[in-house]
């Protein structure tokens, strides 16, 4: 099977079940993605498949083969995206366990409303955070819409 | 080629890329680099002036890494923007206790910052009086004529300087003092700094590695079937030999979940993850179900309930005049009322995981680990290991609040690592996560009190019934206070409010459920209890939640100061916009044993839906935890404990049915969304005292403040958590 993976590609004997998320944090050795919940519920796997975000947990690789996948490590080479330097600024993450997938979905949010409402993000930010980081991750989603301007 | 190399290598590793990170040298334990020098158990120089500071307490979320790190290197004139933070363990240095336990290597009770704070001072001024007397003998000047600043010794009269590393070794061969001189809070230059977390940026690009992440050379990987229930035994596998022959499935290693002898798992050894999770649910297995095979928690309750009634049975935790005589009164104005809670677990965003390393004369393990010595002691004990021979490697923390403290999901990963005889990473899925947890046991209460002619309480009868955690796990603790469990009785046994005549008592209910600490221990359920009554008794006798609580409160100025300042920046006085509500609660939080004082007030504003259900707007926290070390960090744990709390509160339980737990994952344990989450306040009271505790301090009075605003917008009362609407 056949994958491209933060630009470069990435060829792999996997079941065609296995989920996106193995596939990366496994055959790619890719570890930024995590394992939550496994029914895509709590968004720690969030990955961009062609750009759009998708819960790699739910994803069988071979509805993503000869894709181009975009995790963690490939959002920003230099830790230089907004949203990163807005979580920085606000010291968002506490465990940091939900924090690559949070960072992702948040930079989705932000590529399709550059200056979201609460109600937006109230509704697009449905990862789950245990340590409840969630105060911080609103305020910093805020910043990084003032970064980008 | 062995058969564990050829099955590894079935499962398809990209060509060309180098697969295994190896671990981070701050992870691996005590490794000095070659040119480092060690000037104490917490402090290594190394000659191109890197500084590494030692860490002892495992980072789950509560920001030990910055804090602790923090008070060293203020202490040791350290420049924080170039210290590394390193794991340490396996020394006395590292060790401490809760409540006079054996020392050992573990966070746990909010203790980190409290017991540490002191010994962290001392190291680092330590480290400091070595490097300025050797800084000053390289320059040639006295000792008395330098200062030390920002990593280098200074001799101000010349204005020469020194870095630490050059003179790092010849520092290392002084003699250290075991009293040096700590500086004065007015000159601290890094304590209560709202400092930047060091971790964040690792958290934020994927390079945190965290104990699911971790890889070793030759690694399979294990997931876990239990018997479904809490008890039963694993009487055989029906379709053994052909999940064993499943591609990529390397062995079925049977093995007991901590701390049961009993064959209850079977951990399914594979080339991946996912493999050995499609085998382990393929697996058919005999059960014998053991004595918890009818556990169903409508039966848990109503033996609580029965056990609420019996006299005989209470074992009185503490007493102060005589109740009983005051209840007795003819005419006594008696207030009663019976507070129930849920079975609830640590849902950790990281399920628990471990990897080992089972080699003939020494094991090493890595992962999330909260106990780095309950795992040494429980590897050692059976596995027959010295426990010098236990290498335990700590990772970040996904999220712990108690959990990873149980040695279990540890134990799982070096059985299946000695049945296979090459490492093994064990990851356990959501679902065995939720329904083999250790779970914080469910509590009934009973609060009544004699109201006398002013209203306020003359008398008060708490007794709390449930199963009992140290009657589960720590037996001679109940034995040493005489029957009793501290945990069940938080905040009512060491009254803050002052009432003439107390008596709180307790009676264990015992269950075959698996039980642990978790965040905030048994105050969830007794101050719920407890600050309810409160609130209700003040509503009896037509006053507020503040109102109330400040005459209860009368003699307790550091109390009041806290009370006081959440109700002046809430607003408490000035009525709150039309439908929003108003509660309040208060709580003095004393860890385990009474280790240290964390005042706590906190107001919550909720409005009221069509249906009922609340939505929690906003909570100003007050909370008095002493010195605040970094006030960031302490706003982080306050917030974080009432989104934690508000998931207890409306949201999710653990019930059980036909001795097996209802629930498995996020959709039927769900946790507080972002949504959901109030915007909360905190204000930090300034205090001399030394650091008190914080990482669960705001966690028990949410319940009761929202309680209290439900209860005025809808004129309903909640006896149950989570609630009811």
């Given at each position: 099977m056949n994958l491209t993976i933060n630009g470069k590609p990435l060829i792999f004997v996997a079941d065609a079940a296995k989920p996106l998320l193995w596939v990366v944090r496994?055959?790619?050795?890719?570890?930024g993605t995590k394992f939550g919940c496994g029914i895509g519920m709590c968004g720690a796997c969030t990955v961009y498949v062609d750009g759009r975000p998708e819960r790699s947990c739910v994803t069988p690789v071979s509805a993503v083969e000869g894709k181009s996948i975009t995790t963690i490590e490939g959002l920003s080479p230099g830790t230089n995206h907004a949203i990163q330097r807005a979580w920085i600024e606000h010291d968002v993450p506490q465990c940091g366990y939900c924090q690559s997938g949070m960072v992702m979905a948040a930079a989705a949010l932000l590529q399709r409303h550059p200056q979201p409402t609460n109600a937006q993000i109230d509704e697009t930010m449905s990862n789950l955070c245990r340590c409840a980081t969630y105060q911080r991750v609103r305020a910093a989603i805020h910043t990084a819409a003032k970064y980008k301007d | 080629m062995t058969q564990n190399r050829r099955a590894f290598m079935k499962s398809g590793l990209i060509l060309g890329a180098g697969l295994f990170v190896p671990l981070a040298p701050s992870v691996a334990g005590v490794v000095a680099a070659v040119s480092e020098q060690e000037l104490n158990d917490w402090v290594w120089i190394a000659s191109t002036g890197d500084i590494t500071l030692g860490l002892s307490q495992c980072e789950a979320g509560q920001g030990v890494y910055t804090g602790l790190p923090q008070v060293l290197a203020d202490e040791l004139d350290a420049d924080w923007t170039q210290i590394k933070v390193r794991f340490v363990t396996n020394r006395d240095a590292y060790r401490t206790s809760a409540a006079h336990e054996p020392l050992q290597q573990f966070v746990g009770a909010s203790m980190s910052m409290t017991l540490f704070y002191e010994r962290l001072r001392v190291a680092g001024a330590q480290a400091r009086e070595v490097l300025l007397k050797a800084g000053a003998t390289r320059m040639g000047?006295?000792?008395?004529q330098c200062t030390t600043r920002d990593s280098r010794v200074l001799h101000a009269a010349t204005g020469r300087s020194v870095g630490y590393g050059e003179i790092a070794s010849d520092a290392a061969r002084m003699p250290l003092s075991s009293s040096p001189r700590l500086k004065a809070p007015?000159?601290?230059?890094?304590?209560?700094r709202d400092l930047h977390r060091l971790d964040t940026l690792a958290k934020v690009n994927g390079s945190a590695q965290f104990g699911i992440d971790v890889q070793v050379p030759g690694m399979l990987y294990g997931a876990v079937r239990m018997v479904p229930g809490q008890s039963g035994a694993i009487r055989g596998i029906r379709n053994e030999a052909e999940v064993k022959a499943l591609p990529g499935v390397v062995a079925l290693v049977l093995t007991s979940q901590w701390p049961k002898p009993t064959i209850n798992t079977v951990v399914v050894v594979a080339d991946s993850y996912w493999t050995a999770q499609q085998a382990a649910n393929k697996l058919e297995l005999d059960v014998e179900p053991g004595v918890a095979a009818d556990l169903h928690s409508t039966r848990i309750l109503q033996q609580r309930k029965q056990a609420l009634d019996n006299d005989a049975a209470a074992v009185v935790a503490s007493h102060l005049g005589d109740a009983a005589a005051v209840f007795g009164k003819p005419c006594a104005r008696i207030v009663s009322t019976d507070y129930h809670t849920s079975y609830l677990t640590h849902a950790t965003m990281e399920p628990v995981c471990a990897t080992a390393d089972f080699r003939q004369s020494e094991v090493e393990v890595w992962g999330s680990i909260q106990g780095q010595d309950m795992v040494r002691e429980w590897v050692s004990r059976l596995f027959?290991?010295?426990?010098?021979?236990v290498i335990v490697n700590t990772t970040f923390l996904g999220g712990s609040f108690g959990r990873k403290y149980v040695p279990d999901y540890v134990l799982h990963a070096v059985a299946a690592s000695k049945a296979v005889g090459c490492p093994v990473k064990v990851i356990r899925s959501r679902e065995d996560d939720t329904r083999h947890g250790y779970y914080c046991p469910a509590m009934s209460g009973r609060l009544r009190a004699v109201l006398g002619a002013d209203g306020m309480p003359e008398a008060l009868h708490a007794r709390v019934v449930g199963q009992s955690l140290y009657g589960a796990i720590k037996v001679d603790k109940v034995k040493e206070a005489?029957?009793?469990?501290e945990t069940m009785v938080e905040a009512l046994y060491d009254l803050v409010y002052q009432v003439p005549n107390l008596t709180v008592d307790a009676i264990d209910v015992k269950q075959p459920i698996p039980v642990s600490f978790m965040r905030s221990v048994g105050s969830t359920s007794s101050v719920f209890f407890l600050e309810s009554f409160i609130s209700l008794l003040a509503r009896e006798v037509g006053m507020d939640d503040y109102q109330y609580r400040r005459k209860l409160l009368a003699a307790n100025p550091a109390a009041l100061r806290v009370l006081d300042h959440v109700a002046d920046v809430g607003g408490w006085r000035t009525a709150p916009a039309q439908g929003v509500y108003r509660g309040m609660a208060f709580n003095v939080y004393t860890g385990r044993g009474e280790a240290f004082q964390t005042l706590v007030a906190m107001m919550v504003e909720l409005q009221v839906a069509k249906d009922g259900s609340p939505k929690v707007l906003r909570v100003v926290c007050g909370v008095d935890c002493g010195r605040a070390v970094n006030p960031g960090l302490i706003r982080a744990n306050i917030e974080g404990g009432i989104g934690f709390a508000l998931t207890n509160t409306l949201k999710s339980a653990i019930t059980f049915a036909d001795g097996v737990v209802q629930q498995s994952n996020f959709h039927d344990y769900p946790l507080l969304s972002l949504a959901e989450m109030p915007s909360i306040e905190v204000l930090i009271l300034d205090s001399d005292r030394p650091p008190q505790g914080c990482g669960e301090v705001s966690l028990a009075p949410t319940a009761p403040a929202v309680a209290s605003a439900l209860f005025r917008a809808t004129g309903q009362r909640q006896h149950s958590m989570p609630f009811e609407f």
């Amino acid at each position: 099977m056949n994958l491209t993976i933060n630009g470069k590609p990435l060829i792999f004997v996997a079941d065609a079940a296995k989920p996106l998320l193995w596939v990366v944090r496994e055959n790619a050795g890719l570890t930024g993605t995590k394992f939550g919940c496994g029914i895509g519920m709590c968004g720690a796997c969030t990955v961009y498949v062609d750009g759009r975000p998708e819960r790699s947990c739910v994803t069988p690789v071979s509805a993503v083969e000869g894709k181009s996948i975009t995790t963690i490590e490939g959002l920003s080479p230099g830790t230089n995206h907004a949203i990163q330097r807005a979580w920085i600024e606000h010291d968002v993450p506490q465990c940091g366990y939900c924090q690559s997938g949070m960072v992702m979905a948040a930079a989705a949010l932000l590529q399709r409303h550059p200056q979201p409402t609460n109600a937006q993000i109230d509704e697009t930010m449905s990862n789950l955070c245990r340590c409840a980081t969630y105060q911080r991750v609103r305020a910093a989603i805020h910043t990084a819409a003032k970064y980008k301007d | 080629m062995t058969q564990n190399r050829r099955a590894f290598m079935k499962s398809g590793l990209i060509l060309g890329a180098g697969l295994f990170v190896p671990l981070a040298p701050s992870v691996a334990g005590v490794v000095a680099a070659v040119s480092e020098q060690e000037l104490n158990d917490w402090v290594w120089i190394a000659s191109t002036g890197d500084i590494t500071l030692g860490l002892s307490q495992c980072e789950a979320g509560q920001g030990v890494y910055t804090g602790l790190p923090q008070v060293l290197a203020d202490e040791l004139d350290a420049d924080w923007t170039q210290i590394k933070v390193r794991f340490v363990t396996n020394r006395d240095a590292y060790r401490t206790s809760a409540a006079h336990e054996p020392l050992q290597q573990f966070v746990g009770a909010s203790m980190s910052m409290t017991l540490f704070y002191e010994r962290l001072r001392v190291a680092g001024a330590q480290a400091r009086e070595v490097l300025l007397k050797a800084g000053a003998t390289r320059m040639g000047v006295r000792p008395s004529q330098c200062t030390t600043r920002d990593s280098r010794v200074l001799h101000a009269a010349t204005g020469r300087s020194v870095g630490y590393g050059e003179i790092a070794s010849d520092a290392a061969r002084m003699p250290l003092s075991s009293s040096p001189r700590l500086k004065a809070p007015s000159v601290f230059r890094l304590i209560g700094r709202d400092l930047h977390r060091l971790d964040t940026l690792a958290k934020v690009n994927g390079s945190a590695q965290f104990g699911i992440d971790v890889q070793v050379p030759g690694m399979l990987y294990g997931a876990v079937r239990m018997v479904p229930g809490q008890s039963g035994a694993i009487r055989g596998i029906r379709n053994e030999a052909e999940v064993k022959a499943l591609p990529g499935v390397v062995a079925l290693v049977l093995t007991s979940q901590w701390p049961k002898p009993t064959i209850n798992t079977v951990v399914v050894v594979a080339d991946s993850y996912w493999t050995a999770q499609q085998a382990a649910n393929k697996l058919e297995l005999d059960v014998e179900p053991g004595v918890a095979a009818d556990l169903h928690s409508t039966r848990i309750l109503q033996q609580r309930k029965q056990a609420l009634d019996n006299d005989a049975a209470a074992v009185v935790a503490s007493h102060l005049g005589d109740a009983a005589a005051v209840f007795g009164k003819p005419c006594a104005r008696i207030v009663s009322t019976d507070y129930h809670t849920s079975y609830l677990t640590h849902a950790t965003m990281e399920p628990v995981c471990a990897t080992a390393d089972f080699r003939q004369s020494e094991v090493e393990v890595w992962g999330s680990i909260q106990g780095q010595d309950m795992v040494r002691e429980w590897v050692s004990r059976l596995f027959q290991m010295p426990q010098a021979k236990v290498i335990v490697n700590t990772t970040f923390l996904g999220g712990s609040f108690g959990r990873k403290y149980v040695p279990d999901y540890v134990l799982h990963a070096v059985a299946a690592s000695k049945a296979v005889g090459c490492p093994v990473k064990v990851i356990r899925s959501r679902e065995d996560d939720t329904r083999h947890g250790y779970y914080c046991p469910a509590m009934s209460g009973r609060l009544r009190a004699v109201l006398g002619a002013d209203g306020m309480p003359e008398a008060l009868h708490a007794r709390v019934v449930g199963q009992s955690l140290y009657g589960a796990i720590k037996v001679d603790k109940v034995k040493e206070a005489g029957g009793w469990d501290e945990t069940m009785v938080e905040a009512l046994y060491d009254l803050v409010y002052q009432v003439p005549n107390l008596t709180v008592d307790a009676i264990d209910v015992k269950q075959p459920i698996p039980v642990s600490f978790m965040r905030s221990v048994g105050s969830t359920s007794s101050v719920f209890f407890l600050e309810s009554f409160i609130s209700l008794l003040a509503r009896e006798v037509g006053m507020d939640d503040y109102q109330y609580r400040r005459k209860l409160l009368a003699a307790n100025p550091a109390a009041l100061r806290v009370l006081d300042h959440v109700a002046d920046v809430g607003g408490w006085r000035t009525a709150p916009a039309q439908g929003v509500y108003r509660g309040m609660a208060f709580n003095v939080y004393t860890g385990r044993g009474e280790a240290f004082q964390t005042l706590v007030a906190m107001m919550v504003e909720l409005q009221v839906a069509k249906d009922g259900s609340p939505k929690v707007l906003r909570v100003v926290c007050g909370v008095d935890c002493g010195r605040a070390v970094n006030p960031g960090l302490i706003r982080a744990n306050i917030e974080g404990g009432i989104g934690f709390a508000l998931t207890n509160t409306l949201k999710s339980a653990i019930t059980f049915a036909d001795g097996v737990v209802q629930q498995s994952n996020f959709h039927d344990y769900p946790l507080l969304s972002l949504a959901e989450m109030p915007s909360i306040e905190v204000l930090i009271l300034d205090s001399d005292r030394p650091p008190q505790g914080c990482g669960e301090v705001s966690l028990a009075p949410t319940a009761p403040a929202v309680a209290s605003a439900l209860f005025r917008a809808t004129g309903q009362r909640q006896h149950s958590m989570p609630f009811e609407f």
